[in-house]
């Protein structure tokens, strides 16, 4: 044995003397094993069937009520010293905070079997992918891992060839929300989450592996872990482009990784391919630009909103080997959320009969887990292990007011300003208030596992290092009228934006220069075949007033990273204060 796998070893000996486990099973990640703990969990009520007519293959999960997000404020990064975590995270000391840890698993696992998930984050052969092993004592979550990232075996050989790998301890504990910490330590490479069994808390690859820890690491290799979706466009001619954008959580990610075109653009040959919803890692190439790999294999997608008009790639994976969490059901036991169909459902996420004072049938956050492989649009590409080239990045927020329909920045440095000072509407992604604006820069305020200055500097010397940079821009599909209304139809017509954000990284369009960014003339955003004829003036509107009390915002909330904002940052700023007079 290597001293690697003898090392793995020593560490599930000894976190299973810890917490007292029954058992210990290592995940090999075949399908009997999925099959397995499948049964195993119907057997239990983990797991619920759902009709196997329409649905075969696909279960429903009903998390505990108290345990249906992420739990921003019981999430720690834990640097040895406090600043490095920066104002942007919620930082314990790492002694006090292995203290902690270890008196909640003391023996936490007594009568349950501790899972061994090893993992690995992007393609198996990428140089640019990163293991993992997951310990945990919910058999959800490793059947979640299955689906959502490539486990079991192959990535146990992996480690062996690394020599390391990110160890992460999790434990769904007594779903105590006073008990629950999810805790990060990105100096030992290692990660700890008791109390919760949802999502982001416990699927420990994705956020908590996937960007607090890799970004930690991103910044001394050279390289970023971003909250973007990875999609392919093609034309008309059969050249494929590939764009990365970072959105906020429940802000648009997955239904842009997937989007159909509009009629009259799929009649052009127009395709879209999708790489990845969720997560990016960027790597600068030997050529100057920006390679993108997914680290993920699956999605973990927000169902409310998911239907035929609005996102149908999504809706065509789902009728098979899928799990669902938090949704409701029909009288017909499938599954069923808000925005689905016109069906009344008969039970709700919680299992009660469906009573609408009872608020909306699904839970606001409740989602899907489906290979990513069963999407329609996946790409060819999404296996590359040298990842896809990146020509433009996209910053885009939940804004009712202000920001544009599309907005392009002049250069690296203005977009690392537009990302560092994006702003949106909180969502019900995250346990908290709903609706609220807050600053999320570059979609990463939940994410970064290191002071926001320092991560600013980073992406500007990641500029430096890029010969023909993406060109960066920043969009908002989420413009209210005076009703409340959005005034873009959205979805697959974000297609149009995106034609005019290509055409600008060819230099086939020209755009209209004003004090905060480079912006579509009027008639450069096509509209052919759409039924109702948005307000393109209110949406490409700048309103300086209001601009200029964005960036005193932005100026002070800028302020709460000092001394680590850079200063070509702050420059930025004070050229498109002073050219907004
Ligand atoms: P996370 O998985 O939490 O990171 O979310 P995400 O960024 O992938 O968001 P997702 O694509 O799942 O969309 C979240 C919600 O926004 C869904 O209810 C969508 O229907 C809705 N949505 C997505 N794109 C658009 C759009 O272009 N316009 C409007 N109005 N709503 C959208
Ligand atoms: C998000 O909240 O951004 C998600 C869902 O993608 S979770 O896996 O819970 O982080
Ligand atoms: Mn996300």
């Not at 899928?322 to 689905?340: C, K, R, S, Y």
């Not at 009027?522 to 075949?529: E, K, R, V, W």
């Amino acid at each position: 044995m290597t001293s690697t796998l003898a090392a793995l070893n020593e560490w599930v000996d000894q976190v299973s003397a810890h917490t007292r486990a029954s058992q210990v099973h290592w995940c090999d990640g075949s399908d009997a094993e999925y099959r397995r703990l499948v049964e195993q969990m119907l057997a239990s009520g983990d797991l619920l069937s759902l009709n196997p007519d329409t649905h075969p293959d696909c279960y429903l999960h009903r998390s505990d009520p108290n345990d249906v997000a992420r739990v921003e404020h019981l999430t720690f990064v834990c640097t040895a010293r406090k600043e490095d975590a920066g104002p942007n995270n919620h930082w314990m000391d790492p002694a006090e905070a292995h203290a902690l840890m270890n008196g909640l698993f003391a023996g936490c696992m007594e009568g349950r079997t501790l899972y061994v998930v090893p993992y690995c984050m992007g393609p198996i052969d990428s140089p640019l992918s990163r293991c993992g092993v997951e310990i945990t004592d919910s058999a959800y979550v490793a059947v979640n891992m299955r689906l959502m990232t490539r486990m079991g075996q192959a990535a146990l050989e992996r480690i062996e060839r690394d020599g390391h790998f990110v160890k992460g301890l999790h434990s769904t504990g007594d779903l105590d929300p006073d008990r629950r910490y999810i805790m990060h330590f990105p100096e030992e490479l290692s990660i700890q989450s008791f109390g919760s069994g949802y999502g982001g808390n416990a699927l420990l690859g994705k956020k908590c592996h996937a960007l607090r820890i890799a970004s930690f690491q991103a910044r001394s290799e050279g390289w970023l872990a971003e909250h973007m979706l990875i999609v392919g466009i093609e034309n008309p001619e059969g050249e494929v482009r590939y764009i990365a954008a970072a959105f906020p959580s429940a802000c648009g990610k997955t239904n842009l990784a997937m989007l159909i075109p509009p009629e009259a653009y799929r009649e052009q040959g127009w395709k879209v391919w999708t790489v990845g919803d969720d997560i990016c890692w960027l790597h600068p190439g030997e050529d100057g630009r920006l390679y993108a790999i997914n680290p993920e294999a699956g999605f973990f997608g927000v169902a409310p909103g998911t239907g035929d008009k609005t996102n149908p790639n999504a809706l065509a994976m789902l009728d098979r080997e899928a799990i669902f969490t938090n949704v409701a059901t029909t009288e017909d036991n499938q599954p069923w959320w808000e925005g689905l169909d016109d069906r009344t459902p008969a039970t709700d996420w919680r299992g009660r009969d469906f009573d609408p004072r009872n608020g909306p049938a699904a839970h606001p956050n409740s989602r899907f887990t489906v290979s990513i492989k069963r999407c329609p649009s996946y790409s060819d590409q999404a296996e590359n292990a040298a990842g896809v080239p990146i020509d433009a990045i996209i910053f885009g927020g939940r804004r009712a007011t202000l920001a544009p329909l599309v907005m392009e920045a002049r250069d690296w440095k203005h977009g690392v300003l537009v990302g560092g000072a994006m702003a949106s509407e909180t969502t019900a992604a995250a346990i908290g208030q709903v609706g609220v604006v807050r600053r999320d820069p570059m979609a990463m305020k939940p994410f970064c596992g290191y002071h926001f200055g320092d991560y600013w500097a980073h992406w500007l010397s990641i500029g430096n290092k890029l010969t023909r940079p993406p060109k960066i821009f920043q969009v908002n599909w989420f413009r209210r009228d005076a009703e409340g209304r959005f005034i873009w139809p959205g979805f697959g017509d974000n297609l149009r934006v995106l034609e005019w954000v290509l055409a600008r990284c060819r230099d086939q369009v020209g755009a209209r220069e004003t004090a905060v960014g480079l912006l579509p003339e009027a008639g450069d955003i096509n509209l052919d075949g759409l039924a109702q004829v948005p307000d393109l003036d209110s949406l490409l509107a700048v309103d300086e007033a209001g601009w200029r009390e964005e960036m005193a915002a932005i100026d002070g909330f800028l302020k709460d990273f000092e001394p680590r904002v850079p200063a070509l940052m702050k420059a930025e700023l004070e050229r498109v204060r002073a050219a907004l007079g």
